[in-house]
């Protein structure tokens, strides 16, 4: 799922003059995705290494490439960190809201 969203936004910035566009459907699944794990920004660092990695040993491209890799791949990231910010806040703004984790306790169940 992460290679085909960066491929995306690769895909995007060709057809668009160098301007990254991402699919805003794909933004918000992806964004609300994260936010439901609570990925914190610094996730994005190990995910990136490992990407590029991934990317370096599969595909065996030299550094020029790998680094573009990079690059796009921290635009991406950047994009989505700011966004789950936005999303985090505005449910914990929400009457009710919350941020990160919360103790839920259970009143009744019902078969159904």
Not at 15 to 20: A, K, P, T, Y
Not at 32 to 51: E, F
Request: with cysteine.
């Amino acid at each position: 799922a992460l290679f085909n969203s960066i491929a995306i936004a690769a895909s995007g910035i060709v057809q668009n003059e160098g301007q990254l566009t991402i699919p805003p459907a794909a933004v918000s699944t992806i964004v609300h995705k994260h936010c439901s794990l609570l990925i914190q920004p610094a996730d994005y660092n190990i995910v990136g290494t490992n990407l590029l990695a991934t990317i370096e040993d599969m595909m065996g491209v030299n550094k020029e490439v790998l680094d573009a890799w990079g690059e796009l791949y921290w635009v991406v990231a950047n994009a989505l960190i700011a966004a789950e910010e936005q999303t985090s806040a505005a449910v914990a703004a929400k009457p009710g809201g919350w941020r990160g984790r919360r103790q839920f306790e259970l009143v009744e169940k019902k078969p159904e």
